[in-house]
């Protein structure tokens, strides 16, 4: 089997509740949700160190450097996209990269620094929303689907189960994070969590590890509303 590799999935559905199927791949609920899923391409300028002790900052050069990492589409008409805090704070050049390839400037909204959310928005005809799910309801053992990517890559696809909730990280603003033992690549913030239903249940806030593949922590999606009250 492609993905689950023989295993029962409790895959709730319209015919009867607790219905079991035999589930070969998650290719067509991939296929579906990567849609909303985007590449942020971050620009930030810092000084160089001081050649001298005598240098101001007037003197030292000034240096460009580009962050990846991704977000997710949730408002598609008004081209709103949702990705961590700490990823876009401070930039001062922001891209995103759509699912079909087009590379369009982003302009910063609104952030919420607590739960380290940030809201961007584009200008573009063709998006693909997100469904909003209930981080509430989120309980350990479920499945679920990450996505993210580095280094101006395309996605990359991780499957796991949330392992625990109301955890939290050092560094990371968000105390009520789930973790998932989903690997994301290093990079990949701001990426979307998705239940088994397609639904976004939560961003990525980090991935921890000493490798390139990195287990990924998620800032619950209910938190997202919280975007939208700071707009007003």
Known sequence: MAIIAGLLLLWPGPAQAGEIR????LAPLVGKVIQSVVGIKVGTETSAAPRSME?????????????????VVIKAESGLIVTSNHLVSGATTLAVRLPDGRQLDARFVVAD???DLAM????????????????????PGDFVL?????????????????SALHRSLPGTPCQDLIQTDALLDRGSAGGPLFNLQGEVIGIVAATTGET???????????????????MN
């Open 146 to 162: 990450a996505i993210g990517g580095s280094s101006g890559l395309t996605q990359s696809i991780s499957f796991g189960i949330v």
């Open 55 to 71: 240098s101001g900052p007037e003197l030292r050069p000034r240096i460009m450097k580009d962050v990846y990492g991704a977000g």
């Open 120 to 139: 961007l928005r584009i200008s573009a005809s063709g998006l693909t929303a997100a469904r909003i799910g209930r981080s509430i309801d989120a309980e």
């Open 22 to 25: 035999d589930v070969e791949t």
């Open 113 to 115: 620094e607590r739960y």
């Open 212 to 230: 390139e593949s990195e287990r990924a922590f998620a800032i619950p999606s209910d938190a997202i509303d919280r975007l939208f009250v700071r």
